[in-house]
């Protein structure tokens, strides 16, 4: 209701209002006017061409190196030919030109310009990156008749090692329209390059630097008249891995040709001192701007060249996996080392027979002589009696079948079954067969090589399941410390003392004595412990194994594991090796372990060559 | 029944003022966006649609009576607070911010809607507690706490803008009601401080926003780039501007954004200070019409709701002229009904709606 008495002093109310109102817009109007009518001739000046223009300066990106300072990843100048699109007067033209001095058609050239709409329009359009210094001289030259074509200098990423640990370092890539709008994409504008994966991604913002700009005065033509104003880019932070160089090419020399990969880790600190992956990629190709061709082909190779398998591949560990059987079995109590079974080629649980690899069988066996001669029915038996989920309790504990927080994206979790996880997954019951080949690392048991590196170190090192870490230390270019690894204990399994001594002594004899699997891997200087393993990636008939390393499709052929700690009595270092298809794990896989170990001791370091020998597993 | 009356009191002089500035704006949209291809070639269309939808919902609004809203403004807060707690937990971040509710078909921002709903809100209080010699500090309390919460709400997302702007229509609605003198004093000193403080609340690019606008020179590829573009856009448009779709520095794409936020510096430089004087002349007219509206209302609700959604357009007005011409940090305020955007139309809409409702309703007691 209107009260009356409020009358007055609202009429006064609303003119108060009112004029505030045409006080505001008449300040508005005011700089209007100074604006479009006493500045006019000024901003108008500014118009003509923007004469006054910043240009970006790229930041290099921070050098990685290995744990003793060797470069990794560093910078190198590259030499870019680019096209600021207002300063074009002939668009035509000015493309067929740039077209015959680059030997570039002028399609493509057309693309890119047309591309470079998505950039903000103070920043050049590139037309060709990476130019020779020939070729940047003929541009120059040329430059009065080539309006708006700019030559530049920028950082580019180099590789003096090419592929090697390429996996580990990712590659870098434009940013796209989907990573600008997520918030990690503040502060990144349209064509910036970006870390897309492995530690460049991961480390992202510790290798960006700073952008720097420059104030440039610029004719009409859009020629740099003189700098204004410089302020200098900052440089990304140095990171230092853990890697050893030396150890890393030695495991990439030793995997050679073979897909697969290896993993060497330090068992006292969890530091990974190789982490390879092959077949590998050159992330150059990614600095300068990956083909399609060139990307396509990457993609679609059959061995997985952009995978990285030391983390990602999920194999069956096979005959590896019964180090963790044998310490199961011990704490469990099922199984002494001393625990006998007579192996004779098979094992009969119902009415099924699961074979050992030795047809003939390993005759009476115990713990050390199952080990080293990876007998499986001594295996089976203990398995069984075990149980899968007192068997998978001890896996996980040792880091099995969950990821272990590396600092890698997509580390894969692997597979540690138990009849919960069975029944979850397709809804059926565990059966006693399942057991029986999980035992030997086979059905559905799946780990990463990662994984067997940690697995092994555990038991290298008494118990201790470590986090793997490769960054070691991050420093600023003014050498403050901004990142320093310290060893994280993820857990702590008790295998029981005399337990563990008696798998650490038969892991010693798998290497070490005559008949064992992983001679291969024999050092002199070093008493090595190991375990072999071969994991079947086909179910073949057995007739049909027999001939297998003749006839059987590269794609069939069994992969080929060992995973190793040395010295035996200090555990200093634990090295997994997979081998896809590589067929046998003491033949293929062990002598890769050695030249890893070789490099860490310093050893005359010998070429690895497959033994002549077959070494059954 | 529908009464006669209604019609013949429709405010046509409203209705037309708005239509012809939304003209102008999609006009300048057109030009604005002239040069792009693809996915920019749109952008006139889509406004000139949304200007359609804004105005069904504004001619819609006008078929009920406004003051059913007064027993509504309670429910309406309570779930606009409701959704803006919920943007800050299942929302949609763009940018680094987190505004929108996806709704699937639309995009809903809660923290538009709410400026309507505390104009809602404080008009029912204010109308309802009149006080001749101005309100007392504890009379103000609970507006205090229904204003405080949505602004921290809008502050979290974070959208400083906004929450000013929530602030400021707030403001001329308080001071319009009158406060004792006293009071004013005291407030006026809190906000200062509340200023002072709010400082180490800002999210870091908020103050970089602040410190940019200080010096312009810091960043000058980024926040500092627009307002200087801008400033050379405006300023180079002269007495009588380019011409339309003459503008070199808006066609040639120098100036960023200049769709949304920076429409206004498109129509600058083509059109020159000759045409800022017509368009400004319309706004300030639109303004005073609405003052006018909220003076010849029926009843005190009506009075305050015109008020507030005067205010409103108002401050919209103000601080987005301000920032591109550089007066004002760049908080990306749209300008109404110039500036691309549906929500910042339907917002501008509803509120016409609000205040033709209220001024064909003069005569009804």
């Known amino acids: 209701m209107k009260n009356e008495t409020d009358v007055p002093d609202l009429t006064r109310r609303f003119l108060l209002l009112s004029l505030v109102a045409v006080v505001i817009f008449l300040l508005l109007l005011l700089r209007l006017w100074y604006l479009q009518v006493i500045q006019a001739e000024r901003f108008q000046i500014l118009s003509e061409r923007n004469r006054i223009r910043y240009m970006p300066i790229a930041a290099p990106r921070g050098p990685i190196f290995d744990r003793d300072g060797q470069l990794l990843v560093d910078n190198r100048p590259a030499f870019g030919v680019s096209v600021m699109r207002q300063d074009i007067d002939d668009r035509e033209r000015l493309l067929a030109q740039l077209s015959l001095l680059l030997d570039v058609d002028s399609e493509t050239l057309e693309a890119r310009l047309k591309a470079g709409r998505r950039f903000p329009f103070y920043r050049p359009v590139p037309m060709a990156d990476d130019v020779s210094r020939d070729l940047l001289e003929r541009v120059q030259e040329n430059s009065l008749d080539l309006p708006g074509v700019l030559v530049d200098v920028h950082p580019m990423r180099s590789y003096p090692h090419a592929d090697v640990a390429a996996h580990l370092f990712g590659y870098l890539g434009e940013i796209t329209e989907r990573e600008l709008a997520q918030p990690a994409g503040k502060g990144y504008r349209s064509g910036d390059v970006i870390g897309k994966s492995g530690l460049e991604q991961t480390l992202e913002p510790f290798l960006r630097g700073i952008e720097g700009q420059r104030l440039v005065e610029v004719d009409v033509l859009g020629k740099e008249l003189r700098v204004l104003k410089i302020q200098d880019p900052v440089p990304g932070n140095k990171v230092y891995l853990t890697l050893r160089q030396d150890v890393q090419l030695a495991a990439e020399r030793a995997l050679g040709e073979h897909a697969g990969a290896v993993v060497a880790m330090d068992v006292r600190s969890g530091e990974i001192l190789a982490m390879a992956s092959r077949p590998s990629f050159n992330p150059a190709l990614f600095a300068r701007g990956i083909s399609g061709s060139e ?35 011990l704490r469990a109590g099922v199984a002494t080392p001393n625990t006998r079974v007579d192996c004779y080629g098979s094992f009969t649980l119902g009415n099924r027979q699961f074979r050992c690899w030795k047809r003939t069988g390993h ?40 990821a272990l927080g590396f600092a890698l994206a997509g580390e894969k979790e692997g597979l540690m079954p138990t009849r919960a996880w069975k029944r979850k997954r397709f809804n059926a019951p565990w059966y006693d067969g399942e057991t029986v080949i999980a035992a030997i690392g086979q059905g559905y048991v799946l780990s990463t090589p990662l994984q067997l590196a940690v697995m092994t170190a555990s038991v290298a090192n008494g118990g201790q399941v470590l986090r793997p870490q490769v960054v070691k230390r991050i420093e600023g270019w003014d050498g403050q410390v901004l990142h320093e690894a310290r060893p994280e204990v993820l857990k702590t399994v008790d295998f029981g003392a005399s337990n563990l001594a008696a798998v650490q002594r038969s892991l010693e004899a798998a290497v070490n004595d005559p008949q064992a699997t992983g001679r291969a891997s024999r050092l002199d200087e070093f008493k090595v412990a190991g375990k072999t393993g071969t994991a079947q990636v086909v179910r073949l008939r057995d007739d049909d194994r027999d001939r297998a390393s003749r006839v059987t499709p590269y794609r069939h052929r069994d992969h080929a594991l060992f995973v190793a700690y040395a010295p035996a009595d200090a555990p200093q270092i634990a090295v997994a090796v997979v081998v896809e298809h590589g067929q046998s794990g003491g033949g293929t896989a062990a002598p890769v372990a050695r030249a890893v170990l070789e490099a860490y001791f310093g050893l005359n370091v010998s070429a690895p060559e497959a033994p002549a020998g077959h070494f059954g597993d | 029944m529908f009464d006669r009356r209604l019609l013949l009191n429709f405010d046509w002089t409203l209705l037309i003022t708005v239509s012809v500035l939304a003209f102008i704006g999609i006009a300048n949209l057109y030009s604005a966006t002239a040069g792009w291809e693809g996915s920019g070639a749109g952008f006139y269309l889509k406004q000139l649609s949304w200007f359609g939808i804004g105005l069904m919902l504004a001619l819609l609004i006008c078929c009920f009576d406004y003051r059913h809203l007064e027993h509504l403004g309670f429910h309406f807060y309570i779930i606009t607070l409701a959704l803006l707690a919920a943007v800050l937990v299942v929302g949609k971040t763009t940018m680094g911010a987190t505004r929108w509710l996806d709704l699937g078909f639309f995009n809903l921002q809660p923290s538009e809607i709410m400026k309507l709903v505390i104009i809602i809100a404080f008009a029912r209080y204010f109308s309802r507690y009149g006080h001749f010699h101005g309100y007392r500090l504890r009379e103000l309390f609970l507006p205090l706490v229904l204003l405080a919460l949505p602004v921290v709400l809008v502050l979290k997302q974070p959208d400083l803008g906004t929450s ?60 500092g780039y627009h307002i200087i573009q801008s400033k050379i856009a405006v300023g180079s448009g002269g007495m009588f501007g380019k011409g339309f779709m003459q503008g070199t520095q808006s066609q040639l794409s120098f100036l960023p954004e200049r769709h949304t936020d920076f429409a206004f510096s498109v129509f600058a430089e083509e059109w020159g200070f000759s045409g800022c004087l017509v368009l400004l002349l319309l706004y300030l007219f639109l303004i005073i019409w609405g003052i006018y509206v909220a003076r010849r209302a029926a009843d005190r609700f009506g009075m305050f709701l015109a008020v507030g959604v005067t205010a409103m357009l108002f401050w919209h007005i103000a601080v987005n002229l301000g920032m591109v011409i550089g007066l004002l940090p760049v908080v990306g305020v749209p300008l109404p009904l110039f500036s691309y955007g549906g929500t910042s139309m339907v917002t501008t809409m509803i509120g016409t709606g609000l205040l033709l409702n209220v001024s064909m309703r003069r005569f009804m007691f």
């Open chain 1, 295 to 329: 990307w396509l082909e990457l993609l679609q190779n059959p061995r997985h060249p952009l995978q990285n398998k030391a983390i990602k591949g999920q194999y069956p560990p096979a005959s590896t996996f019964k180090i963790v059987t044998a310490l199961a079995a």
């Open chain 1, 363 to 402: 005759g009476v066996t115990d713990l050390r002589k199952a080990m080293r001669e990876s007998c499986d029915v001594w295996f089976y038996k203990v398995g069984l009696d075990l149980g899968i989920d007192r068997l998978a309790e001890m896996a996980r504990e040792m880091g099995m079948g969950e």
């Open chain 2, 164 to 223: 000013l702007l929530i602030l400021f229509i707030a403001g001329v609605m308080v001071l319009f009601a009158g406060i004792r003198r006293g009071v004013l004093v005291l407030l006026a000193l809190l906000g200062a401080s509340g200023a002072g403080g709010g400082w180490f609340l800002l999210h870091d690019y908020q103050k970089e926003r602040i410190r940019t606008f200080l010096e312009p020179e810091r960043d000058p590829l980024g926040a």
